[in-house]
């Protein structure tokens, strides 16, 4: 069965996506298709990227935080990056966390839920930049939460109704591509 980690990247105080994680990981366990797990950005404590390209580590890094955030995504079949939008564009310590790391995403399956004021499009679209580099399967589909339709006063998530299809169609392909 593929592993697909939902990757929780706002490391704020107050984070809302906190829920929409949950919300995306109880929907994909739901399903029983695939070993659904949650990959906290924050619970790593992650350095500033100030060392050599990881692409001439080998998978190797001295900082202990940094070796469990590497054998954590290396362990993975695929991924559900859950972000928001900072600034029109992807949150700083969201995109440091993937600079640690190169190989452990190589080929991988990836799919996007965004969420912002008007559902990080944005956002999305820089990831797809991003994660081209690395030959990653990256799916179509995509889910996009926004503050009119799915968060009452800009802090408690509720899903509009066509949002659990959406990311229904986004999980199927995610783990097709992580097959
Ligand atoms: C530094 C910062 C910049 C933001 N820029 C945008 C933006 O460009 N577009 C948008 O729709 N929302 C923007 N927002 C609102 C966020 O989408 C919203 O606060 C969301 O809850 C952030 O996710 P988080 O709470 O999980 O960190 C910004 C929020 C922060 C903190």
Redesign the pocket.
């Known amino acids: 069965m593929a592993k697909i980690g939902i990757v929780l990247g ?1 490391i ?1 105080e ?4 906190e829920q ?1 994680a949950a919300w995306v990981l109880e929907q994909a366990r739901q399903r029983g298709d695939a070993e659904y797990s949650l990959v906290d950005v924050k619970s790593f404590d992650l350095p500033l990227v100030t060392g050599a390209p990881p692409a001439t580590r080998n998978k190797q890094y001295d900082d202990e935080r940094v070796q469990r955030w590497s054998d954590t995504i290396d362990a993975l079949d695929g991924y559900v990056f859950v972000t ?5 564009g992807v ?1 700083g310590a969201f995109k440091n966390a993937v600079d640690h790391l190169a190989p452990e995403f190589f080929g991988k399956a990836i799919g996007f839920v965004g ?4 559902g ?1 499009i944005r956002a999305v679209e820089q990831w797809r930049t991003i994660v081209a580099l690395w030959g990653m399967r990256v799916v179509a589909p995509e889910v996009h939460l926004t503050f009119a339709a799915d968060v009452r006063n800009r802090s408690e998530l509720v899903p509009a109704d066509n949002r659990a299809g959406q990311l229904a169609k986004l999980l199927d392909a995610v783990v097709e591509a992580a097959g």
């Open positions: 706002s704020r107050g984070r809302l996506g929409v928001p939008e900072y600034n029109h949150p969420y912002s004021g008007d990080a």
